[in-house]
């Protein structure tokens, strides 16, 4: 069973920084494109960020130059390191395969920016 775990969502202020961790199971972690997904209230979910197999990297333009994501194929681990977060940077923050499965959704982990 395909299992995503998110962690390390949390408050901060703006302008601040956070990082984020997914450990997956069940899956040949190496076997593509892995995304960042994030859903704020209200909204529907967007990808954020974007990693091939082989490190090539694309990102959403509203995090283009703030955000990294980073993956370790032999800790089955995706990151997303954030910085100069902004308030609408508040969402729920996921992770799943590039071509989302909708089974393999985890619970996500919160990120809220504000003063």
């Known amino acids: 069973q395909v299992q995503f775990v998110e962690s390390g969502g949390g408050l901060v202020q703006p302008g601040g920084s956070l990082g984020l961790s997914c450990a997956a199971s069940?899956?040949?972690?190496?076997?593509?494109?892995m995304g960042w997904y994030r859903q704020a209230p209200g909204k529907q979910r967007e990808l954020v960020a974007r990693i091939t197999r082989g490190g090539n990297t694309n990102y959403a333009d509203s995090v283009n130059g703030r955000f990294t994501i980073s993956r370790d194929n032999a800790k089955n681990t995706l990151y997303l390191q954030m910085g100069s977060l902004k308030p609408e940077d508040t969402a729920v923050y996921y992770c799943?395969?590039?071509?989302?499965?909708?089974?393999?959704w985890g619970q996500g982990t919160q990120v809220t920016v504000s003063s």
């Open positions: 069940g899956i040949n972690f190496n076997i593509g494109s």
């Open positions: 799943n395969t590039y071509s989302p499965v909708q089974g393999w």
